[in-house]
């Protein structure tokens, strides 16, 4: 399995733009979360599906946020409009859950590295 | 959701076992200790996993106190590829994996 997957690697935009970063979590996963890294916040939660649904997105930032999950093998984060303190690494994360189950590790993607200009 | 505390850094020497100590007094009876680490620029990496028993796989151990109150990832021998930033997470309620601020390891030549 060639992991979870993230596009683009590297994105630079301006202020104001239309940002879509995309995940292809990895095949048979059932759960998967979307988060942002800088330096001043850390890792952050910014929001999970479980079985394509949008579970908690309690982390999104504010409304320029939105994801979305149509299938079980893929999902966007989508911000607009972009501002720069937007910029950070966006990491996708995918993993197998059962309700009451026994919990299995999360698998990373390499992530987005985003700079609004 | 029990919080974690871990050292901010720690050295080690090459060769060495390393030890990250974790303190999470207030997780519940039904918490897991996980444990990932990340390489610069990389995505993190899981690394092992407990509830109440000592756990050892391939890449380390985890020791977890009788009182579930603390744990500690012991590294065998460590590498310079080793060095990293070392999360110790207890799994919340739910389906969320929520990440403190770790504790960033050297390993020295």
Sequence with gaps: DAGVIQSPRHEVTEMGQEVTLRCKPISGHNSLFWYRQTMMRGLELLIYFNNNVPIDDSGMPEDRFSAKMPNASFSTLKIQPSEPRDSAVYFCASRVYTMGGSPGEAFFGQGTRLTVV | ?109
């Design chain 2, 1 to 109: 959701d029990a919080k974690t505390t871990q050292p901010p850094s720690m050295d080690c020497a090459e060769g060495r076992a390393a030890n990250l100590p974790c303190n999470h007094s207030t997780i519940s009876g039904n918490e897991y200790v996980y444990w990932y680490r990340q390489i610069h620029s990389q995505g993190p990496q899981y690394i092992i996993h407990g509830l109440k028993n000592n756990e050892t796989n391939e890449m380390a151990s985890l020791i977890i106190t009788e009182d579930r109150k603390s744990s500690t990832l012991i590294l065998p021998h460590a590498t310079l590829r080793d060095t990293a930033v070392y999360y110790c997470i207890v799994r919340a309620t739910g389906n969320q994996f929520y990440f403190g601020t770790g504790t960033s390891l050297t390993v020295i030549p």
